[in-house]
């Protein structure tokens, strides 16, 4: 069977619209009975500031209670957070209350396996298939699960952060906690290493989460971090798996150049072996040049976290990410983890000697759009053969210096055309000749043109 409200990242909608409390309890159910069948029988929950959060994780407790499975709610925490806790804890599941970097009206719930990876399709097909059905051996008495609310559950996460970190003292550092999971626990860690934190985004009241802060805007931390002269800009998405930053200067770094920084760190140390980084098919060409110049080959994966990290698992990666800050560092767990990839670039920043800005300054991103063309038929375009004619002489007239990329939404009637080359001038010819192509044998319309030179591309 396929999965019908499970999406790539657990199932999203309205919170109280198309997230009810009503599914949440049978979420509950139906995930607790997969856990009681197995002869477990102990959860933990976790969420971040929305104002649902509270409902939803109520729902979704009372649902493992009521089939006979104790559940541990920590409360506000980051996504990686319940990942480490499912997977050294004696935990057989562990779920996650949060829409990420979606606005605050929506909301989210996500499943851990007891690897702390996210749950396998076939487990999420199982709790969809018995979604809603009656339950006749009920449990009573102290067969019925217990909810908890323990206290400092959240201290062995931030111990794992810490023997992570590095001495800080003396460094100023600007947070933008996007007013989610990470307000609190990483300003707070920060200023245990010894650093001079400065915030702004970690102040959630319910309905502020990701709204012109955080790692989906930029450019807050940009002019946060160059206001303040900070030696490193940080910015944390809602439930904090994805992590940007900012030099001194005000300049984004991205996913690509915080990987590109990392494995350039590593390899110099001799410690980067396979000397193998895993992009995605969105990455820059700028960084892939600059990752063989340095010896290191890039490897791209689709654009997604679970195609990201069963690369890193095929090639032997120490480091896999998208653009969009969604960084994997297999090292220290399976998922992303922003707080982990904030305190690792800290780390380059101070066994380097270098700042910010000279890290920033190791390689120039080439020149790339990205069109999104809303086309009347999306079908066929792989198997239309005047367009693979077109491609083919793009890629040709690109040569070794650019890159084409077609792909089609999984949602929506749009193609995504991604074109980049050494040369904005190369790049804006092609892609123009390209838009054409597809709109012509398509039909349809732009739908929107973004530049990710300087960008989060995913």
Same mark, same amino acid.
């Given at each position: 069977?396929?999965?019908?409200?499970?999406?790539?990242?657990? %199932?999203?909608?309205?919170?109280?619209?198309?997230?009810?409390?009503?599914?949440?309890?049978?979420?509950?159910?139906?995930?607790?009975?997969?856990?009681?069948?197995?002869?477990?029988?102990?959860?933990? %929950?976790?969420? /971040?500031?929305?104002?649902?959060?509270?409902?939803?994780?109520?729902?979704?407790?009372?649902?493992?209670?009521?089939?006979?499975? /104790?559940?541990?709610?920590? #409360?506000?925490?980051?996504?990686?957070?319940?990942?480490?806790?499912?997977?050294?804890?004696?935990?057989?599941? #562990?779920?996650? %209350?949060?829409?990420?970097?979606?606005?605050?009206?929506?909301?989210? =719930?996500?499943?851990?396996?007891?690897?702390?990876?996210?749950?396998?399709?076939?487990?999420?097909?199982?709790?969809?298939?018995?979604?809603?059905?009656?339950?006749?051996?009920?449990?009573?008495?102290?067969?019925?699960?217990?909810?908890?609310?323990?206290?400092?559950?959240? !201290?062995?996460?931030? !111990?794992?952060?810490?023997?992570?970190?590095?001495?800080?003292?003396?460094?100023?550092?600007?947070?933008?906690?996007?007013?989610?999971?990470?307000?609190? =626990?990483?300003?707070?860690?920060?200023?245990?290493?010894?650093?001079?934190v400065l915030t702004v985004g970690c102040h959630p009241d319910g309905d502020n989460i990701n709204a012109r802060c955080g790692a989906t805007h930029p450019e807050t931390?940009?002019?946060?971090?160059?206001?303040?002269?900070? /030696?490193?800009?940080?910015?944390?998405?809602?439930?904090?798996? $994805?992590?940007?930053?900012?030099?001194?200067?005000?300049?984004?770094?991205?996913?690509?150049?915080?990987?590109? =920084?990392?494995?350039?760190?590593?390899?110099?140390?001799?410690?980067?072996?396979?000397?193998?980084?895993?992009?995605?098919?969105?990455?820059?060409?700028?960084?892939?040049?600059?990752?063989?110049?340095?010896?290191?080959?890039?490897?791209?994966?689709?654009?997604?976290?679970?195609?990201?990290?069963?690369?890193?698992?095929?090639?032997?990666?120490?480091?896999?990410?998208?653009?969009?800050?969604?960084?994997?560092?297999?090292?220290?767990?399976?998922?992303?983890?922003?707080?982990?990839?904030?305190?690792? &670039?800290?780390?380059?920043?101070?066994?380097?000697?270098?700042?910010?800005?000279?890290?920033?300054?190791?390689?120039?991103?080439?020149?790339? &759009? &990205?069109?999104?063309?809303?086309?009347?038929?999306?079908?066929?375009?792989?198997?239309?053969?005047?367009?693979? !004619?077109?491609?083919?002489?793009?890629?040709?007239?690109?040569?070794?210096?650019? $890159?084409?990329?077609?792909?089609?939404?999984?949602?929506?009637?749009?193609?995504?055309?991604?074109?980049?080359?050494?040369?904005?001038?190369?790049?804006?010819?092609?892609?123009?000749?390209?838009?054409?192509?597809?709109?012509?044998?398509?039909? #349809?319309?732009?739908?929107?043109?973004?530049?990710?030179?300087?960008? &989060?591309?995913?």
């Open positions: 069977m396929s999965r019908k409200l499970f999406g790539t990242d657990g %199932i999203r909608g309205v919170a109280n619209e198309k997230l009810t409390p009503e599914l949440a309890f049978q979420l509950g159910q139906s995930a607790g009975r997969l856990v009681a069948e197995r002869g477990e029988r102990k959860v933990v %929950i976790g969420r /971040d500031t929305r104002r649902s959060g509270p409902m939803l994780g109520a729902a979704l407790a009372a649902g493992f209670c009521s089939v006979g499975v /104790d559940a541990d709610s920590v #409360g506000i925490a980051p996504t990686a957070a319940i990942s480490y806790l499912v997977r050294t804890g004696d935990y057989a599941l #562990g779920a996650v %209350i949060s829409a990420s970097h979606n606005p605050a009206p929506d909301n989210g =719930i996500k499943f851990f396996a007891t690897d702390g990876r996210k749950l396998a399709d076939h487990d999420e097909e199982s709790i969809e298939a018995h979604l809603g059905q009656a339950i006749s051996d009920r449990p009573t008495g102290s067969q019925i699960g217990r909810l908890s609310q323990p206290l400092g559950a959240l !201290e062995a996460y931030v !111990e794992f952060l810490r023997a992570a970190s590095p001495d800080l003292s003396g460094r100023r550092f600007c947070v933008d906690g996007s007013h989610g999971a990470a307000f609190s =626990i990483f300003p707070a860690l920060l200023k245990e290493l010894g650093a001079d931390i940009q002019e946060f971090a160059a206001a303040n002269e900070a /030696d490193l800009g940080i910015a944390f998405d809602g439930d904090a798996d $994805r992590a940007v930053f900012s030099d001194t200067r005000g300049r984004l770094i991205n996913g690509d150049r915080t990987i590109a =920084i990392w494995a350039r760190h590593q390899k110099d140390r001799g410690k980067l072996s396979p000397a193998v980084v895993v992009g995605t098919v969105m990455s820059n060409g700028g960084f892939d040049h600059f990752m063989s110049e340095q010896g290191i080959t890039l490897e791209r994966a689709d654009v997604g976290d679970k195609y990201v990290a069963q690369r890193i698992a095929d090639t032997g990666a120490h480091i896999g990410g998208e653009q969009s800050g969604h960084l994997i560092f297999p090292q220290h767990g399976p998922t992303g983890d922003g707080l982990m990839t904030a305190l690792e &670039l800290l780390r380059v920043l101070c066994e380097s000697g270098k700042s910010s800005v000279e890290l920033f300054d190791q390689y120039e991103a080439w020149p790339q &759009l &990205l069109l999104n063309l809303k086309v009347a038929r999306k079908e066929g375009w792989e198997s239309n053969p005047t367009i693979q !004619e077109g491609l083919t002489v793009a890629a040709t007239e690109l040569g070794g210096d650019g $890159r084409v990329n077609v792909r089609a939404s999984g949602t929506q009637p749009i193609l995504r055309l991604m074109v980049e080359a050494s040369e904005a001038t190369v790049r804006d010819a092609v892609a123009a000749r390209l838009e054409g192509l597809l709109l012509r044998e398509l039909g #349809g319309e732009i739908y929107s043109r973004v530049d990710l030179t300087h960008a &989060l591309g995913d």
